[in-house]
DNA sequence: ACCTGAACACCGTTCAAGT
DNA sequence: ACCTGAACACCGTTCAAGT
């Protein structure tokens, strides 16, 4: 058949399949191969799309990425030629933002990224080796710290707090840690392990634990955090 | 040459040279084999020593597991024959634990769990499904659990300290997040990314960066979960 | 028991050939 | 420009054969 009149694939199309396979087989089961039959095409069509297959897996996790909520960093400051210069000093405070709204928008964001990498979680260590050059990761590194530098965070800690809040999203999402017990009681030696007796169980509520494990633990670092806000105030 | 008088293999020779492989190449280039001419010996020799090449993974995961010092949990309380009974309810407090040691076990814990976590971070993902059956990965779960629990922490609350931590534990070793920033300044168009303009040198500082940002994210995380911890003793 | 080579069904990628 | 089949250098794993 050879080149059709109208193209059998898209990016789109190649994105979609693989995204579907890797959520419902593996990272591992995502081979050229048997996305191309997915596709109902021959192997080497792929590479009329895409240079490699790590490019894209890069497409993948961009469009994963895309799906996290950043609408309450609010829209970008300045889309006017001046935008380039916002980001040095004077600007923390000055827009009317009131300060101690960081901590709501970052439970927000944190929730729908958590959601948005949660619900593709074989993707997740792909996705955790950072924003590299896809630009849906640096639009969100870029949200997150425009945010806090605005709310009157120093720069090296409004880039500590995009690197803790990372590790602990990506980390909730990598896999359930419920689910990682397995649910066969016999596992659970009590010699060996004297309090792991109802560990069998975690499986079987696997996801009220990992919804509260996260939603204690991000509670806590707001809390903590809060703190240190608080002290930066006291001793410019 | 068939069967040598003395083996050429061992399960502790092959998964030594299987880790250096990942943490040399990455997971990817851990093949059988290639892992066995690393070795000197044919592919198939591995089959002797492991069922599949997952469970060779597995018993690198576990051997990097068993790195984490778990000394400040205490050492097995009753070892004894009545060690199973142990966990239940009156243990809480009761053997001269002052309860308010958890926080800095927990602290002590949690280094020493990065530490060895990110001294290999290409077997991060597969370290962070779980336990399973990987005796030291279980021995992890239990002595932390078991810790809470006799610190005076609800059950509920102790498995959820528990994902919690692992969550961001495992999300601060799964990747530098300085690195992740490519260094090219090129990349980060003031248009696009107004709030960018230095990530181009945080990979430069990935050491400081991705240990302050654990540092930070660990202290505001024990200061939220001993504000918590406060509150048990108010309303009991 | 522990190693070998041969074999099977897979991979990612290149390339010449077709329209 | 976009698809194809053939080809190359790889995979994980099985198995019969050797000692």
């Known amino acids: ?14 994105v979609a399949a693989a995204l579907r396979l890797i959520d419902d087989e593996g990272l ?4 050229t191969r048997r996305l191309a039959t997915e596709l109902s095409v021959s192997g080497p069509s792929l590479y009329n799309h895409f240079a490699t297959k790590d490019d894209l897996l890069d497409a993948v996790v961009d469009s994963v990425i895309g799906e996290v909520d950043l609408s309450m960093f609010g829209t970008a400051a300045g889309a006017a030629g001046d935008a ?10 000055v827009a009317g933002r009131t300060g101690s709204a960081w901590p709501q928008a970052l439970r927000d964001w944190a929730r729908s990224y958590r ?23 640096l639009r969100l ?16 800690q409004a ?23 397995p649910a066969d009681a016999e596992v659970y030696d009590a010699a060996d392990y004297p309090h792991l007796g109802e560990a069998h169980r975690l499986a079987g509520h696997r996801g009220t634990v990992d919804e509260g494990a996260f939603e204690t ?19 410019p």
Chains 1, 2 share one sequence.
């Open 1 to 14: 058949m050879a080149r059709p009149r109208t193209p059998l694939l898209s990016r789109e199309r190649i």
């Open 84 to 93: 380039g210069a916002a980001g040095a000093l004077g600007a923390a405070g």
């Open 28 to 31: 591992d089961a995502l081979s």
């Open 217 to 235: 633990g991000l509670e806590a670092l707001l809390d903590g955090l809060a703190l240190r806000y608080a002290r930066l105030a006291e001793r």
């Open 141 to 156: 590194a870029d949200a997150v710290f425009g945010h806090l530098v605005e709310s009157g965070w120093p720069r090296g």
């Open 159 to 181: 880039t500590r707090i995009g690197a803790l809040m990372r590790y602990f999203v990506t980390g909730s999402a990598l896999a359930s840690f419920a689910a990682g017990f």
């Open 115 to 137: 959601a948005a990498l949660a619900a593709h979680p074989n993707i997740v260590p792909v996705l955790a080796q950072g924003p590299g050059r896809r630009p849906n990761a």
